[in-house]
């Protein structure tokens, strides 16, 4: 599998800020997905992030609360914008495809663990 | 780090007793599933896949088995350790709106398994 690595890990913010999440891998994949998981929930998926193009978000995910960027094979980053205490949650990034791997498999990050006040 | 277990259901069992833990999934097309382990504080690991061209798969100390009469999911783990003690959850692939499917996931709502030394 892919070694995933996501910065930052945790963070506490403000009420009205943004705060911009990476995910980082260590090889090229095909895929890379964004998910929520709320305290206690499982996981629920925010959009795709696709190479050079916009991300493809599920619905009740909006572009401009999630903007997400996708400038190579080895790297996203999604912003979570103008957060308040509903936004905090942990964050993931999972990884798919590539060369010898499964297409359908997903690998996940570790997570960022973000808590608005 | 935080418990992502709080809400979830549990399954408690002995140190050394055999664990089964289910999963029921939403669509008679799915074609893929997944059984993740997530620790508290980490990122879901992969377990093991099946497709649904097969009602049994076994790995390492773990056994998938699939029911499509019933749409119905378990993963057993023989010989349950303390290091087993994670909230589990099962994923099927999500399909397009046009009946395609997708590589995306459908996560189910995760057990938490408490193993008791």
């Known amino acids: 599998s892919a070694v995933i690595s996501q910065k930052p890990s945790r963070d506490i913010c403000q009420r009205g800020t943004s705060l911009t999440i990476q995910c980082q891998v260590d090889?090229?994949?095909?895929?890379m997905f964004w998910y929520r998981q709320q305290p206690g929930q499982s996981l629920t998926l925010i959009a795709t992030?696709?190479?050079?193009?916009?991300?493809?978000?599920e619905s009740g995910f909006v572009i401009d609360k999630f903007p997400i960027s996708r400038p190579n094979l080895t790297f996203s980053t999604l912003t979570v914008s103008n957060m308040s205490p509903e936004d905090s949650s942990i964050y993931l990034c999972?990884?798919?495809?590539?060369?010898?791997?499964?297409?359908?498999?997903?690998?996940f990050g570790p997570g960022a663990r973000l808590t608005v006040l | 780090g935080e418990s992502v277990g709080l809400h979830l259901p549990t399954l408690s069992v002995q140190e050394g007793d055999n664990s089964i833990i289910n999963c029921a999934y939403s669509?008679?097309?799915?074609?893929?599933f997944i059984w993740y382990k997530q620790e508290s504080g980490k990122g879901p690991q992969f377990i093991i896949d099946?497709?649904?061209n097969m009602d049994k798969r076994q790995g390492q100390r773990v056994t998938v088995l699939l029911n499509k009469t019933v749409k119905h999911l378990s993963l057993q783990i023989a010989a349950t350790q303390p290091g087993d003690s994670a909230v589990y959850f099962c994923a099927e692939n999500a399909f397009w709106g046009d009946g395609g499917a997708t590589n995306k996931l459908i996560f189910g709502t995760g057990t938490l398994l408490a193993v008791q030394p």
């Open positions: 099946i497709r649904s």
């Open positions: 090889s090229q994949v095909t895929m």
């Open positions: 999972s990884v798919g495809g590539g060369s010898g791997r499964n297409y359908n498999e997903q690998f």
């Open positions: 669509n008679s097309a799915s074609d893929y």
């Open positions: 992030a696709n190479q050079g193009s916009e991300a493809t978000y």
